[in-house]
């Protein structure tokens, strides 16, 4: 059973999507992926997200970005947008963060499916005490990564003349 639907507005979007999937993937989190647009298959989207048992959807569009948001109006789970970057700057961050109060939808940064994919494995976890233990985990693993870069940027420092 699938935990995470991924749905792109286009397959020119997988770039994006393979991001979140490499997350999924690591914390073996089951997913579904599909393309489909609210601009040019509307009904296929409602068809997607009403037939869906997913517990988090991802959304990732570019342009005008209006999926996430006809997701979100589709289910009450929670919706996670990613803006893909596209010919403007910041188009597509805008349409998915600016959702009418009681819609919401979680826009995390432009081609971030890495973090839109974390973000889902949070949300999951708060009922998973093996993902959240997972999660916790790899923040150590970070910090330990980060102080080790520390010691390194420090001992690389006093070698500059
Ligand atoms: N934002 C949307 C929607 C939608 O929101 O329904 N449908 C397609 N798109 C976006 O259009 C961009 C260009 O799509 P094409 O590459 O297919 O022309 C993609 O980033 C897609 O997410």
């Known amino acids: 059973m ?6 792109m507005g286009s397959k020119s979007d997988f ?3 393979q991001k979140a999937i490499s997350v999924l ?3 073996g989190v089951a997913y579904d992926i599909a393309v489909a647009s609210a601009h040019r298959t509307p009904k296929r989207v409602e068809d997607l997200v ?4 997913a517990d988090v959807f991802i959304s990732i569009a570019g342009l005008s970005a209006a999926l996430p948001g006809v997701i979100a109006s589709f289910t009450t789970k ?3 947008g ?6 403007l700057n910041y188009d597509a961050l805008l349409s998915i963060v ?6 919401p939808v ?5 081609d971030r499916g890495d973090n839109a994919a974390t973000l889902a494995v949070e949300m999951l976890a708060l009922s998973d005490k093996g993902l959240a233990e997972k999660l916790c985990e790899d923040r150590k693993a970070m910090a330990a990564k980060v102080e080790k870069d520390s010691a390194f940027v420090v001992e690389e420092a006093r070698k500059v003349e």
């Open 2 to 7: 699938a935990k995470v639907f991924i749905i």
């Open 78 to 80: 929670p919706v996670i």
């Open 25 to 27: 993937n690591k914390y």
């Open 106 to 110: 979680a826009a995390v940064g432009m």
């Open 15 to 17: 770039p994006i999507a």
């Open 98 to 103: 600016q959702m009418p109060p009681g819609i």
């Open 50 to 53: 009403s037939g869906s048992d």
């Open 82 to 87: 990613v803006p893909a970057s596209g010919s």
